[in-house]
């Protein structure tokens, strides 16, 4: 089972930027495909990212030209750079992690982090 853990969360204004981090341990990083999904209050879990081994990207329709994620396989993480952010980006951000075949761009993961918190003001 792999681990992870979420950093970089905080309490910004509308049009700012973060950096989410994702440190994976506990077996090999590069053979899990990564996510990052989030939950606003009194909402479902929602997806937002997923990379897959080789590198290829998905997102959701509501971030794309803002949210880009990542992987440093050196690093054992993944990130999710978050810019002109929304308040309506105000949720607690998961990072989760799956194997797949390197091409794959999972959705489905059974590995999850404990969650980052990201407030945006307006």
């Known amino acids: 089972q792999v681990q992870l853990v979420e950093s970089g969360g905080g309490l910004v204004q509308a049009g700012d930027s973060l950096r989410l981090s994702c440190a994976a341990s506990?077996?090999?990083?590069?053979?899990?495909?990564m996510g990052w999904f989030r939950q606003a209050p009194g909402k479902e879990r929602e997806f937002v990212a997923a990379i897959s081994r080789s590198g290829s990207t998905r997102r959701v329709d509501s971030v794309k030209g803002r949210f880009t994620i990542s992987r440093d396989n050196a690093k054992n993480t993944v990130y999710l750079q978050m810019n002109s952010l929304k308040p309506e980006d105000t949720a607690v951000y998961y990072c989760?992690?799956?194997?797949?075949?390197?091409?794959?761009?999972?959705?489905?993961?059974?590995?999850w982090g404990q969650g980052t918190q990201v407030t945006v003001s307006s």
């Open positions: 506990g077996r090999t990083f590069s053979d899990y495909a």
């Open positions: 989760a992690a799956d194997s797949a075949p390197s091409a794959v761009v999972t959705t489905n993961f059974r590995s």
